[in-house]
């Protein structure tokens, strides 16, 4: 399998993820050699397709369609199978470009050592440009007990059982923990999240929290602030035993059969040997770049999670074309020039957010207007059977442009891309408030939420 390894290439890409395999695939089209290395087989198209957006976002689907656990569980490696096999003919089959399968260490700012699968055969490879996207990995605290106790999990780990667990409690209620905690409680587990921060999430308007936090509850998820976990240790059945502290200082013990530790995540620099190459980084270690995305070395660029940037797909998707147009001497060559993204929690229903929220805009000194609406009052969330949630934006008094939105309602992740054109194109908001939408919709309540300003 594989095409021969050359000792040299115009450009190499570490790491299968988003960005570098769309990179790839543009650069052997224009007709340059190009060699992208992935370590693993198990991972070619990357995290999202593997271990992150494409198996979470299928289980939640499989879970709201009540599907069982262990047959969802089948239909997600099934998918995510087809889409690795895709990913990696989609680059091996493009004559300029290789596929190594190996873990590329630098030996010089041209040039890496790629240890070949799981032989012991090393390539050394020389290439003009490299492109370094081998993003990101869990990263799990310093908690007594949480590297040696069995049952406890990362989202990656997690997503590998095939057995629903009874109990889970989870350390972290953002993005996987948020996600992770309404999917298993869906498929039937008894879940408990817990969080260190002072409040649930602290980001949001207090309006928009606390109607996320009912929703959750509601599905019998316990959620638990200001949690300080201690220990974690096994009771005499293999089950996780953790202690944490609540906000009173009262210690409290939670037995489950699975912990999932959702805490955040670090650079996935190891084994790089980023210092031979003398490639800088910060202080979290993600690799410096500049707006341009070039590192201090010059003809070497990161892209994607590893730089340090918002870590979502559709980012490392967005590096790629700033990268791209610095090739071709086309203009998006900054990432000053990118405009505001939006972002979605995968809950039920989802929480996708644009802007700024409500508070945001009074802190930076906006006149502004807000509107909000109940989910329940969009005809389209009762033929969905989801009336749960709102829908809150907010206005610039004086310019009528649209700061921000924030929808925790059915289709919202959907919904958030049309606002954001509205935002990035500089709309005013009686453009959303007077167009004509499909019917019935969930977009249609932008007429009658905007009509509020
Ligand atoms: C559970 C979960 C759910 C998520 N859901 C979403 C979502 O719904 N939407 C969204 O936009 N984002 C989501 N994210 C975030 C998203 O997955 C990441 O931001 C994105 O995958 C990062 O892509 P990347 O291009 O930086 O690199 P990755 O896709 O992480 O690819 C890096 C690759 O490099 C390889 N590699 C690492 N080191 C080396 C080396 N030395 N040599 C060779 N290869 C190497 C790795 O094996 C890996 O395949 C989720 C993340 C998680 C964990
Ligand atoms: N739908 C999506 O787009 C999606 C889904 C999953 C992940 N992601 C990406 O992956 C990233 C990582 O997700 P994540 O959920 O791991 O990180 P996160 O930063 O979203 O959330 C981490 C949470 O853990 C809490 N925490 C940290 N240390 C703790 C401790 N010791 N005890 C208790 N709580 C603690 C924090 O307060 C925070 O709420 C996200 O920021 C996002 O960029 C995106």
Not at 126 to 155: C, E, H, L, M, Q
Request: aromatic share 8%.
């Amino acid at each position: 399998m594989g095409k021969n390894i050359e000792p040299h290439y115009d450009n190499l890409i570490i790491g299968f993820g988003k960005g570098g395999k769309t990179l790839a695939a543009w650069l052997a089209k224009k007709g340059q050699q190009v060699a992208l290395v992935e370590m693993s087989n198990k991972m070619y198209g990357g995290s999202c397709i593997n271990v992150a957006c494409i198996p979470t976002k299928t289980l939640i689907k499989k879970a709201e369609e009540k599907v069982p656990y262990q047959k969802a569980y089948g239909l997600k490696n099934d998918l995510t199978s087809f889409l690795r096999e895709l990913n990696y003919e989609k680059i091996e089959e493009l004559p300029a470009a290789a596929v190594i399968t190996g873990k590329a260490s630098f030996v010089s700012p041209n040039e890496v050592l790629v240890k070949i699968g799981e032989s012991k055969e090393e390539k050394r490879i020389t290439a003009d440009r490299i492109f370094i996207n081998t993003g990101s990995k869990p990263f799990v605290p310093p908690i007594p007990g949480i590297d040696t106790v069995k049952n406890v999990y990362t989202s990656i780990s997690l997503l590998e059982q095939s057995r629903l667990p009874e109990k889970l409690v989870i350390i972290g209620g953002g993005f996987i923990g948020l996600e992770f905690a309404d999917m298993y409680a869906k498929f039937g587990a008894e879940v408990t999240v817990l969080d260190s921060a002072e409040e649930f999430l602290p980001k949001e308007d207090k309006d928009v929290a606390e109607e996320v936090f009912k929703v959750l509850t509601g599905r019998k998820i316990n959620i638990v602030t200001a949690a300080t976990v201690q220990k974690i240790e096994n009771t005499d059945h293999d089950k996780v035993r953790v202690e944490y502290k609540k906000e009173t200082g009262e210690t409290v013990f939670l037995e489950a059969s699975a912990l999932l530790v959702a805490t955040g995540r670090k650079p996935m620099t190891e084994g790089l040997n980023l210092e031979a190459a003398g490639i800088k980084t910060d202080k979290k270690g993600y690799i410096e770049v500049d707006a341009s995305l070039k590192t201090n070395v010059p003809n070497i660029w990161a892209m994607g999670d590893i730089n340090g940037g918002p870590q979502f797909t559709y980012i490392s998707l967005d590096d790629f074309r700033i990268i791209r147009d610095q090739l071709s001497e086309a203009k998006y060559t900054s990432v000053e020039q990118r405009k505001l993204v939006a972002s979605s929690v995968f809950i039920t229903p989802p929480l996708a957010h644009i802007g700024l929220r409500e508070r945001e805009a009074l802190e930076k000194g906006y006149e502004i207007k807000v509107a909000k609406l109940p989910a329940a009052s969009v005809v389209r969330a009762r033929i969905d059977g989801d009336t749960s949630g709102l829908l809150k934006t907010v206005v610039d008094t004086k310019t009528n442009k649209i700061l921000g939105c924030t929808l925790f309602c059915t289709g919202a992740n959907e919904m958030i891309n049309t606002i954001q054109v509205a935002i990035n194109c500089g709309l005013d908001y009686k453009e959303v408030r007077d167009t004509i939408y499909t019917h019935p919709s969930m977009a249609e309540a932008f007429n009658d939420l905007y009509a509020q300003i």
